[in-house]
């Protein structure tokens, strides 16, 4: 069975640092992996997808098939990025981890 | 593009009624949409596949004949809460993708449901 997981339920970092949200995946045939966002009472939107390979807000996120990872990435955390953060993993029937709630303090 | 709405955004019920809730993507067609539930400070919990003009699949531990999907047209699924009670006070979220097998979700703004 496919299975996402997403080790750190909350991540504490202060303005300015780097930030990596760890996602990882179990299952067979081409993974289809995506991050999405959800700002406090807001809907959860997309941020980044794989086959994408670009940068939204700074974030950027790359498939490692070695190492079965997804992980999300910035150099330089903001304020406006605390919210919490889901990794998918998108075949026809979709698979969450269970989130990390990212908080930055200024 | 790619917005999917829900109505209602809250309600609020008695034990034993029933409640509906609408999933629409607006500027797109979806032929496949899905539904969850939503725990405070929890992950997404996928309910069910909700397919237009076919039965909807329900993942295991979800009652089917508690939890409703209609997915009548390429636009609109439904979800009906039948004979609600206080544990199914939670928060459903539907989702759309414009690519029904694969890639990535649209996210409706959630229905926050109380049951008294």
């Known amino acids: 069975a496919q299975r996402v997981t997403q080790p750190e339920k909350l991540l504490s970092v202060f303005k300015g640092a780097p930030v990596e949200l760890k996602c990882n995946y179990s299952?067979?045939?081409?993974?289809?992996l995506f991050w999405y966002v959800q700002y406090s009472r807001q809907r959860l939107q997309l941020l980044l997808r794989?086959?994408s390979r670009e940068s939204i807000k700074g974030f950027t996120a790359d498939l490692n098939k070695g190492e079965t990872s997804f992980h999300l990435k910035k150099p330089f955390a903001q304020e406006e990025d605390s919210a919490m953060y889901y990794c998918?993993?998108?075949?026809?029937?979709?698979?969450f981890g269970r989130g990390t709630s990212l908080i930055v303090h200024p | 593009g790619a917005v999917v709405s829900q109505h209602p955004s809250w309600v609020i019920c008695k034990s034993g009624t029933s409640v509906k809730i609408e999933c629409r993507s607006l500027?797109?067609?979806?032929?496949?949409m899905f539904w969850y539930r939503q725990f405070p400070k929890q992950s997404l919990m996928l309910m069910a596949t909700?397919?237009?003009?076919?039965?909807?699949?329900?993942e295991q531990g979800v009652e089917k004949d508690k939890f409703l999907i209609n997915h009548a047209s390429l636009t609109l699924s439904t979800l009906t809460v039948t004979s609600a009670h206080p544990e199914d006070s939670s928060f459903y979220i539907c989702?759309?993708?414009?690519?029904?097998?694969?890639?990535?979700?649209?996210f409706g703004p959630g229905t926050r449901l109380l049951v008294l």
């Open positions: 299952y067979s045939g081409s993974p289809e």
């Open positions: 909700s397919n237009e003009g076919s039965k909807a699949t329900y």
């Open positions: 989702s759309a993708r414009t690519d029904g097998s694969s890639g990535p979700q649209y």
């Open positions: 998918e993993g998108g075949s026809y029937i979709p698979t």
């Open positions: 500027d797109f067609q979806a032929t496949t």
């Open positions: 794989h086959i």
